[in-house]
């Protein structure tokens, strides 16, 4: 069980308010990123949450039990930080054993859970290492080994990934998606990654300024974004933002336009422009498209092995129906 | 990089600070063994004759040095076991944020700054002493015996001099170490559902251990050799009650004239210094290992 609900939480470093009231719901075994900008206020939302931090106002329940003022160890969560926290003096096994040994869990129940965490995290040959022998990954795996042995309502990640090298970080995210399948508890995640928001995610809450902007699962948000913000921050490459004339024609003040949602030819379309720079990925190509007039540069995404390069002339075709109207407030018009 | 040239040259050049460095340590070192071997008193002017093992055997045989032994090692051990403890727990109160932080870490610092032969005198005659002392003031004010500290206890009060003189100093260490310690490392703990107690035992002791070592090898090596707060305040009494190694060489070098006793007294000091470091690195060297 792990329903948490956030009922107007609100909080404030002396005067500076950093999270405006805000209501939330994350349902049990939800898989929940928040997501936003560096200093949008996540972190501090995810620590509300975990009891690090007070609320200055509002109510949060967990499981329907009001939570708020419960020290951290009460509300039943397990929490992996960013620099993963372990205890430098102390073996793998005494790590994970630590919150077993606070709870007072019996010794053989103790080895029992040690055992099947390490198992499941492929720790068994570590378990006797200490922390700063293990390589990053792994370190992150005993943090959260740390975590499933207190068989937790709910786990909280505070950007765990970030302190992993690029291919790690792929490896890392799909063990945390099958750890989740697996163990089918709640999870809140938080990270500035969008990508890691995008492939986790039963559902984002996009955050700006301790606001949430917009909460949905990752296909809504990539569908339908609310506003400017969401639009511009969900989706990789990011979606093209374009106003003056070209939206005014539409009846919108921006219109905005996923790089994958243009066609691109050498003879003819709506648009046209010069290719740029040209990003060969092999399964894609990214154009970054210059004097169309429509914006500084246009992003599209084309085929692998289109062959075309810098320099060359083409004409661009958005697909209608995929067009994002807003209007000057930065709203989406229905 | 280094080059069989360069590995040369670069011995030549440290070789001047290396030669001087060694004939610092050597020239007094083979001196004093070299007294320690000879009949020399400056009351019997004429020869110095060699005279083999006979000055340790004095020593040795001395009623006070075993007393002395004990009073060093009490000495030392008294003043870390208060530094540490006391230390640790200063370092975790200054360590709170509070209103004139600033001002009060200075103040606990002061101590330090404190020459011993002034601190000494100040314990001396504004504290202890029976008659016009605070502490004497203190007990008539709430109708008790005044305790005569240095007559009573001797060894004790000094402890307690030269505790309050190396507080700050452990103090310091262990406050910049205990705000080396990585707040999220605590907030793990909090969450893993460790109290406050099982935090300080769990966490931050063993923190601190690497910086307590340091403390601990320090001041052990200050604390062998006191020896200006025993001349002033007790000078040894009463009789040989708080006279350590460093004290008892003094008396019979400098106050019965005997250069070749006293030598053989130093080379014992400097013996027992190598027994406690040896055994101080078993029980704690492995701390430092990185």
């Known amino acids: ?334 | 990089m280094a080059t069989q040239h360069s590995k040369a040259a670069a011995r030549l050049m440290i070789a001047p600070a290396v030669i001087v460095l060694l004939l610092w340590m050597i020239v007094p070192l083979v001196l004093t063994l070299y007294f320690s071997t000879l009949r020399y008193n400056l009351l019997m002017p004429g020869g110095t004759p060699f005279v083999g093992m006979e000055n340790y055997q004095y020593f040795f045989t001395d009623p006070a040095f075993t007393t002395a032994l004990v009073n060093t090692l009490l000495l030392v051990g008294g003043v870390l076991l208060i530094t540490i403890i006391g230390g640790t727990l200063l370092a975790l109160l200054l360590d709170q944020p509070m209103f004139g932080q600033g001002i009060v870490r200075l103040l606990v610092i002061a101590p330090f700054f404190v020459m011993p032969t002034v601190s000494a005198l100040v314990w001396k005659n504004m504290f202890m002493n029976p008659v016009n002392g605070l502490f004497a003031h203190l007990a008539r004010l709430i109708g008790i015996q005044p305790f005569d500290f240095l007559a009573v206890a001797p060894l004790a009060s000094i402890i307690l001099i030269v505790a309050w003189q190396w507080l700050p100093f452990a103090t310091l260490i262990l406050l910049t170490a205990m705000q080396s310690l990585d707040s999220e490392q605590i907030e793990a703990a909090e969450m893993d559902g460790a109290g406050a107690l099982s935090r300080f035992f769990y966490i931050v002791v063993p923190h601190l251990s690497r910086a307590a070592t340091v403390v601990i090898l320090i001041q052990t090596i200050f604390l062998l050799s006191i020896f200006a707060e025993i001349l002033v305040t007790t000078a040894g009494g009463p009789g040989v009650a708080s006279t350590n190694l460093t004290y008892l060489v003094y008396i019979q070098s400098l106050l019965q004239f005997d250069v070749g006793l006293g030598s053989a007294g130093g080379v014992v000091a400097i013996i027992l210094a190598n027994i406690v470091a040896i055994f101080l690195m078993r029980m704690i060297g492995k701390n430092l290992d990185a």
């Not at chain 1, 329940?61 to 992996?80: H, S």
């Not at chain 1, 790590?95 to 077993?100: G, K, L, R, T």
């Not at chain 1, 004097?291 to 062959?307: H, N």
């Open chain 1, 1 to 334: 069980m792990g329903r948490i609900t956030l009922e107007n939480v609100q909080k404030s470093f002396g005067d500076v308010e950093v999270i405006p009231p805000l209501d939330l719901t994350i349902e049990d075994g939800e898989f929940v990123v928040f997501v936003g900008p560096s200093g949008c206020g996540k972190s501090t939302l995810l620590r509300l949450i975990a009891g690090l931090e007070d609320v200055s106002g509002g109510e949060i329940r967990i499981d329907g039990k009001p939570a708020t003022d419960l020290p951290p160890a009460k509300r039943g969560l397990a929490m992996v930080f960013q620099s993963y926290a372990l205890y430098p003096h102390m073996s793998v096994r005494k790590n994970i054993a630590f919150p077993m040994k606070m709870a007072k869990v019996p010794e053989d129940e103790q080895k029992r859970r040690i055992e099947s965490a390490a198992h499941a995290l492929n720790l068994t040959d570590y378990l006797d290492r200490r922390p700063g022998q293990l390589s990053g990954g792994q370190r992150q795996r005993v943090a959260i080994g740390r975590a499933i042995v207190r068989e937790p309502a709910a786990f909280l990640f505070d950007e765990p990934l970030s302190n992993l090298d690029a291919a790690l970080r792929v490896g890392m995210r799909l063990e945390i998606s099958e750890l989740h399948t697996r163990l089918a508890t709640t999870m809140v995640y938080v990270t500035h990654d969008q990508v890691e928001a995008m492939t986790m995610a039963d559902k984002i809450v996009v955050l700006r300024a301790g606001h949430i902007e917009q909460v949905g699962s990752p296909l809504e948000l990539y569908r339908s974004p609310r506003n400017l913000f969401v639009a511009g921050f969900i989706g990789s490459p990011k979606m093209n933002l374009i106003d003056g004339p070209e939206a005014a024609r539409r009846g919108a003040h921006t219109i905005g336009i996923r790089p994958e949602h243009i066609d691109v030819s050498t003879e003819e379309g709506v648009w046209h422009g010069t290719i740029g720079v040209a990003e060969h990925l092999g399964s894609d190509t990214f154009f970054h498209v210059h004097e169309t007039g429509l914006a500084e540069t246009v992003t599209i995404r084309a085929d692998g092995e289109i062959g075309l390069h810098h320099g060359d002339r083409v004409y661009l075709t958005p697909h209608p129906d995929k067009i994002h109207r807003f209007d000057e407030g930065g709203l989406l018009i229905a």
